[in-house]
């Protein structure tokens, strides 16, 4: 303690007289402690229909790309490379890249070729994105509103397609910072509608985002007793390694049920065939479309 003049040192002794009972034990260590507020909030919507019957998964190396790859690429991949599942950007008002090729006759011959797929929709982001390229944002008043709507969109851009009832489309949210727990609310509500909806409709419902944020919010969530919870959720965590344990984020007893995706390594080239691809990694251990 730094020196005092006798003055100070008396008006110091009076404030501490002050902040006691008059035994010497402050107020403060004397008062209730303040119940904690967590962070998500259990919240249940109505899913009559519940998800529907679950088809076989896929288990083993998949890959997305941001513009569906040329089907000379996939043929010459299919044949030469470790993959057999792809990630498609199938709808959303917010996806990243153009999609030329994709249409009903692209799956049909993909699928001939026995590739699955993992259907991605981009719509709108956390409130408290800080994504400048994707500008849309979730209205924290109209979440779960909002998140049947995308549903919705979700649907017809599968069956345009030719992907049906049964198929899982996977909501594509992107990281975004901690620091709000009314934004990372608003993504649980949304994505409990967007679940909601798609069960609805006869279709499953996927969850995509880093597991630093959106997935650590949607395991809250779960934890918290929300439902309808996804039907399959894919991680974000460049980690290269190539499973779906979780990177020693995610609890052992959410999602368990072949019910993963881990995305592990992104933005590498790789050729296979005389083809090459800019592609994001994944393993799959979950819901997957054919």
């Known amino acids: 303690m730094r020196y005092l003049r006798p003055a100070a040192l008396v008006a110091a002794s009076l404030v501490l007289l002050l902040a006691t009972d008059g035994s010497g034990v402050s107020a403060e260590a004397t008062a209730p402690a303040a119940v904690a507020i967590p962070r998500i909030r259990a ?37 030469a490379s470790p993959y057999g599942a792809l990630g498609i950007y199938t709808s959303g008002s917010q996806r990243g890249c153009s999609q030329p090729r994709l249409t009903a006759e692209w799956v049909r011959q993909a699928r001939a070729m026995g590739w699955r797929f993992l259907p991605v929709h981009v719509g709108l982001q956390a409130p408290c994105s800080e994504l400048t390229r994707k500008p849309r944002r979730i209205d924290p008043a109209r979440a779960a509103e909002q ?19 049964g198929s899982p489309v996977y909501l594509d949210i992107e990281a975004y910072p901690m620091r709000d ?11 409990l509608g ?42 974000a965590r460049w980690d290269d390694r190539a499973d779906t344990a979780g990177s020693g984020a995610l609890a052992p007893d ?20 005389g083809a090459t691809l800019t592609i994001d990694r994944d393993h799959v251990d979950g819901p997957t479309a054919d």
């Open 43 to 79: 919240v249940t919507l109505p899913d009559h229909a519940g998800p529907p019957k679950v088809r076989d998964g896929y288990a083993g190396p998949a890959f997305d790309a941001c513009t569906a790859p040329p089907i000379d690429t996939l043929r010459a991949w299919r044949g």
């Open 194 to 235: 967007w679940t909601q909806e798609l069960h609805a409709r006869g279709y499953r419902s996927g969850f995509y985002s880093s597991l630093d944020s959106g997935v650590a919010d949607m395991a809250a969530a779960a934890r918290a007793g929300s439902s309808p919870m996804p039907d399959g959720l894919w991680y």
């Open 181 to 191: 727990p009314a934004c990372g609310q608003a993504v649980v509500d949304f994505t």
């Open 254 to 273: 959410l999602w368990v049920y072949h019910q993963r995706v881990h995305q592990y390594h992104g933005n590498v080239e790789e050729t296979y065939g």
């Open 147 to 165: 998140g049947r709507s995308e549903a919705a969109e979700a649907v017809r851009g599968l069956r345009v397609l030719g992907l049906g009832k």
